[in-house]
């Protein structure tokens, strides 16, 4: 929230910032709607969400119970939560793992041509996932990979690394230089560098890349239904398994959504600010 | 490291002998070989055997002999009337959402680029579609937002006088469009906000102190500062959008209206068809027609990027 009112707007100005800002208010309810109601209707009875729309009725945490208690296909939630928390940081940490010294090989000790090699990174992120995936399903099924946490580790990665690489680069030029030469100067070699001045001072814009990584890696859903579609599979695609074609199912769906939205909506929100910028991919400030 | 000053950093430089063996130049690229190698094993190689597929009749299950047929897959692509459709679908699925979220986002962005109270809180909820699992957006808005019955929309239709409407089963590709509109939105916003906070203040002060209208502020000088922003935001989100999938596998599963090409090309291969080459043909489109948009989009983010070098 802004507390401090920059300028101090006078008679006719300060209706017009009132109304401006009241209409924000609008907008912002208007356009949050829906999320709230699917917060709303996760508390309801199934007799109470399917039904012309009402907002007062007896709250109650059952649906919760049943939508992680009972496995509605193949795939329980405990399952499904254990193979996304895995498959996203085992995913994160090793695209930092490879986008942190190619940073550095962009940012701090840039290489010949490094600025085709950074539209190289991005333009794989250009190439549309269908351009892939019947390789890729080919060559997991000759593996024995198809339905192991370890295909959608490797694709995510691949998915993620390109935008990490981008990302970490903006934040590596704007460490001082005159740090890293201190550290060159002590004799510090590339791992000297990183733990001692890259790594911290960049800190911050690790984390909001890392961020990202999780929540692309979290909510992803083609190569997770294509390629694990049964007991290796994740969140988003647990969700789906609460869709029933008998019976009332409105309330439970949206108990599911709920808790499959959760972890990144909180981690987006306190990290929004840091998402402008990365959204914006580090080009624009 | 080397302590001697290098004329000229970066060009590849003859390997010198009674030095370490590996020059300064390839120090400086080892750092950057892991992800390199990572990504064209990951990108680079499924495309070319993507290509190389496109050129073979093969069917997939059951397991039939992979046969190369030359361009009788690019063929058979023009003969297709689905696939036809598949494209159609593909620009309004594509062209819509990006131009109505832009919109959206700028006026969200313009609303958001001044103080007032909770500002904070306003542009939280304004951002959160966007952080959603799309797989939920798709199923919240078709069950709960567009139901026939107890949808909220058709409740307001129905309080405006309207009679209510079956949305996905009536009109799928509108109801696609308008859950994409909503999650891309705030992907907008947040661009066009990027852009409205970078605007140099002192210029629009002087237009100001020189009796220049808001509204004339607005047209002629953060419009035209807005525009690279404007650029990539319909790029990027083009880029993204061209390859839906999440919305219209639970929301419709496909169908007249809605199966775009790459979904299309799901329902011809894994999706049940199994004729990978076909398939892969086409997929190529959708490769062809990104090639295009990335390109563009490469040259405006490479402007922005220059103008950071320059600043």
Not at chain 1, 64 to 91: K, P, Q
Not at chain 1, 221 to 237: D, H, I, K, R, W
């Amino acid at each position: 929230m802004s507390g401090d009112d920059a300028t101090p707007a006078v008679g006719e100005r300060r209706w017009v910032n009132w109304g401006l800002g009241g209409l924000a208010w609008i907008t912002a309810l208007v356009f949050f709607f829906p999320v709230f109601w699917m917060v709303l209707n996760s508390f309801k009875s199934e007799q109470d969400a399917n039904t012309s729309p009402k907002l007062t009725f007896d709250p109650t945490f059952d649906r919760y119970r049943e939508v992680t208690e009972t496995a509605g296909g193949l795939l329980s939630f405990g399952e499904a939560l254990m193979n996304s928390v895995v498959i996203v940081l085992v995913s994160t940490l090793i695209v930092l793992a490879l986008a942190i010294p190619a940073a550095y090989a962009l940012a701090i000790k840039p290489v010949g041509k490094w600025r085709d090699v950074l539209f190289f990174f991005i333009s794989t992120k250009f190439l549309p996932v269908v351009a892939s995936i019947l390789p890729i399903w080919i060559l997991a099924r000759e593996l024995n990979l198809l339905n192991t946490r370890l295909v959608l580790i490797v694709l995510y990665t691949a998915i993620n690394l390109p935008l990490a690489v981008w990302m970490l680069r903006s934040f590596f030029v704007e460490i001082p230089r005159e740090l890293i030469e201190a550290a060159e100067i002590d004799g510090a070699r590339l791992r000297g560098q990183l733990t001692s001045v890259i790594l911290p001072i960049a800190a911050p814009g690790i984390a909001a890349t890392a961020l990202l990584c999780v929540i692309f890696a979290w909510n992803e859903f083609f190569y997770a239904v294509q390629l694990n579609p049964v007991e290796g599979s994740t969140v988003p695609v647990w969700v789906t398994t609460n869709v029933s074609t008998r019976g009332e199912f409105l309330a439970k769906l949206s108990a599911a959504s709920v808790l499959a939205c959760i972890p990144v909506v909180l981690a987006g929100w306190i990290a929004q600010k840091r998402m402008i910028r990365g959204l914006a991919m580090g080009a624009i400030k | 490291m080397s302590t001697t000053l290098r004329p000229r950093v970066g060009r590849v430089i003859p390997p010198r002998t009674g030095r370490s063996p590996l020059s300064d130049s390839w120090r400086r690229r080892l750092p950057l070989l892991p992800a390199l190698l990572f990504a064209i094993l990951l990108t680079q190689v499924p495309f070319v055997l993507s290509v190389y597929y496109s050129f073979t009749d093969w069917t997939v299950v059951p397991p039939g002999p992979r046969e190369f047929v030359g361009l009788d897959n690019y063929r058979e692509l023009f003969r297709d009337e689905a696939f036809g459709d598949a494209i159609v679908t593909s620009i309004q699925l594509t062209v819509f959402p990006v131009i109505a979220a832009l919109v959206l986002g700028t006026a969200f962005a313009v609303l958001l680029d001044r103080k007032f109270f909770g500002r904070g809180v306003v542009r939280t909820m304004l951002i959160t579609p966007f952080l959603l699992v799309p797989v939920v957006i798709g199923l919240i808005w078709k069950n709960q937002m567009f139901h026939g019955l107890y949808g909220v929309v058709n409740w307001v239709i129905e309080r405006l006088g309207g009679t209510p409407v079956e949305f996905v089963s009536e009109h799928p590709t509108l109801s696609i469009i308008i859950t994409l509109v909503w999650q891309w939105t705030p992907f907008m916003m947040l661009i066009m906000l990027a852009g409205l906070q970078s605007q140099p203040s002192d210029v629009i002060e002087a237009a100001k102190v020189d009796g220049a209208a808001p509204f004339a502020i607005f047209r002629q000088l953060t419009l035209s500062h807005l525009r690279p922003y404007m650029e990539l935001g319909i790029l990027l989100g083009a880029i993204y959008l061209i390859q839906v999938y999440d919305q219209i596998a639970v929301m419709t599963g496909g169908g007249p209206g809605s199966t775009n090409v790459p979904y299309y090309v799901f329902q011809r291969s894994i999706g049940g068809g199994w004729q990978f080459g076909l398939a892969s043909a086409y997929s190529i489109v959708v490769v062809i027609a990104s090639i295009i948009l990335a390109t563009f989009a490469l040259r405006v983010l490479s402007r922005l990027l220059k103008g950071e070098a320059a600043a």
